[in-house]
């Protein structure tokens, strides 16, 4: 960065307010670099090692020339908050958060990239980052007999945007619907108040739009009385596991625990052979964040005839981002700069004729950018190919 000269002890103190304090730790030993994706991409260099120095000198947010400003806006905002970096550490510094931090100041001030400003306005006035209105996001449940969640219901299904509004993504919602009902589970939906969940937003520096997200949904749970929680995405898991839980008392779950919960007891039971192979890309808030690793991937052995396969090391806590997380769905890159590409270089690469995944979010990376690459290799979400084998012969 062209400012490290450039010190402010005033910007230094207030973005350990913020939130930066872990950049005290660091003793830029580098091992962050190493494990950031970015530094897998050709042509990319990212110093992530250098964000904790920069903040203790209060060498940071610091330009007034409209060049250095740019440059430092898209590297502050570059990370996608998969953590790997976290995970590598042996100090524990979050640099995700440190980051956070600084975007929290640069979008105050007005500094941060277009396609966020346009998501944070549909976030704000719509609840949800695609702009659609609140009346459409019951219809993923068309054709589904699903009552509205009362307290004496077992779980509250909560719908991600994406699920609930994406034409593609609906399928995902309405398999793992089907999926609990034909467990005999007792849950409901209350898609007239559910909004984002606020997850991305917030690591994205949105922490006045994530608060009003926030506070909506916790009036919710609590008018409700909820006390456990179905998420089909696990940005919703997370948030809810980290943030949520601290202000009202209800256990959040991934759908992949409650389904591979119910196929350990009998009361699922695939039967329709899956007779193709299948490799399970870790998300990075499903697996690095929540430590769900094996529950998908059990689901998945389950089905009869299913070979499952797996991406060499780059696999379960070393898995790569799709480049979705942080608001990174809707950023855009030049090609050649793009996570997605590099992580589906790797699932390619496997053989596998269906990639597998148990998030809306690489769900949509990796369909938009397959439809440009001369491959007949299939995306599909985990509860939809269970409910493939779950489905009878009469409903082909």
Known sequence: MSNLLKLNPEIRELLLEQGAGDAIKCYECGRCMAACPWNMVDGVNYTTYQ?????RLGAILCSEEKEAICQETNEVFRCVGCDSCFYECPRKVNISNILRSARRIMIDFGSYPQELKSLFLRLNSNGNPLGESQDKRKEWADGLVIPKFTEGLDYFLFVCCITAYDARAKSVAFSVAQTLQTAGIKFGINSDKEVCCGEAVRRAGGEKVFIKLFESNLKMFRDLKVKN?????PHCYTIFNNEYKNYHNFQPLHYTQVVFEQIKTGRIKPRKP???????HDPCTLGRQSG???EPREILKSIPELKLVEVPFFNRKNSICCGAGSMGLWREYANEERLVNLRLKQLLNTGAEVIAVACPYCLQMFEETLKS???EIKVMDVSEILWESLKLETDQ
């Open 292 to 294: 769900i690793y094996e």
């Open 274 to 280: 899956f007779n193709k192979a299948v490799v399970y």
């Open 229 to 233: 929680t179905i998420t089909i995405s």
């Open 51 to 55: 964000f904790p120095d920069l903040i």
């Open 373 to 375: 690459m001369n491959t």
